[in-house]
């Protein structure tokens, strides 16, 4: 606390150890943060700014708002069952998500993980009540990869630090299961046609993928039901990322002679 700020504070703040910045803001804050389901790295101005989803309207893909996507005709089944989104993708969001994804603010991810946490217990939740699901309904947590040149580029996947961030407490392990098999244009520059194209075949399973797969379901005797996995990226945009991932989950599983449900859980959703 410097000479200024100790003259504009009400006395009884003096004493209330402080513990630095607000992390999206910088302004000071107390212990504790804005003290809201234990978000303490923001401040309350801040927290109050995160566009939650709490009531998806469209079942299918969690927009928060009317959707035409999962309607339009030819639409087609998708290779996942439902998508949730921790919040809406707005210009806030857009920020904290550029901040830490372009501009290497690597002191967000904790942040946005326990933001991803926080939708991984509502998406349980709504998936007990809807469908009567079991506590932990997910026998698997994967993420979408980057390719190679963005990960040097970059220094890390932030798919995979969400990913851990919606791990903590399913009880489920987080597999790395995909790669990119190449390196795509950004994806906001262009339209869904254009997109569709470009996606095909650039994932694919990572060599060990249904090794690794099949060692962890016999380690916990799940042999009998369809494999559950759970797959996290950072936004959802028209659903194609996730639906063309989807597919490649579905075939390592069909190497194992499984069936799966695919659901899937990103951070936002446009
Ligand atoms: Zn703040
Ligand atoms: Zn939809």
Not at 87 to 92: F, H, M, R, S, W
Not at 125 to 140: G, M, N, T
Not at 163 to 188: F, M
Not at 207 to 219: G, Y
Request: aromatic share 8%.
């Amino acid at each position: 606390m410097s000479w200024k700020d100790i003259l504009i504070t009400p006395v009884h703040q003096w004493l209330a150890p402080t513990v630095g910045s607000c992390l999206t803001c910088g302004k000071m804050i107390r212990a504790g943060g804005c003290g809201v389901n234990g978000f303490s790295q923001i401040c309350t101005a801040c927290y109050k700014l995160i566009p939650w989803i709490t009531a998806p309207r469209c079942p299918v893909c969690g927009r928060a708002v009317g959707c035409p996507d999962c309607s339009r005709t030819g639409q087609g089944a998708r290779n996942f069952l439902l998508n949730r989104s921790a919040v809406q993708y707005n210009a806030v969001m857009r920020e904290w998500l550029a901040q830490y994804k372009f501009r290497g603010n690597e002191s967000l991810g904790p942040l946005l993980a326990q933001m991803m946490n926080y939708a991984m217990r509502a998406m349980i939740e709504e998936l007990r009540v809807k469908s009567a699901a079991p506590k932990h309904p997910f026998d698997i947590i994967t993420f979408v990869p980057v390719s190679e040149e963005r990960m040097l580029e970059r220094g890390f996947n932030q798919s995979r630090t969400l990913a851990y961030g919606a791990a903590r407490g399913a009880r489920a392990p987080v597999l790395d299961l995909l790669r990119r098999s190449r390196h795509t244009e950004k994806q906001s520059s262009r339209n869904r046609r254009q997109r569709l194209m470009d996606l095909n075949g650039v994932f694919e399973p990572l060599p060990d993928a249904v090794d690794k797969l099949e060692e962890h379901l016999l380690s916990k005797h799940l042999t009998q039901r369809p494999v559950r996995l759970l797959l996290i990226d950072d936004v959802y945009t028209t659903g194609s990322t996730m639906d063309t991932c989807a597919l490649v989950l579905h075939n390592i599983c069909r190497e194992l002679g499984r069936p799966a449900e695919i659901y899937s859980l990103t951070w936002a959703r446009s």
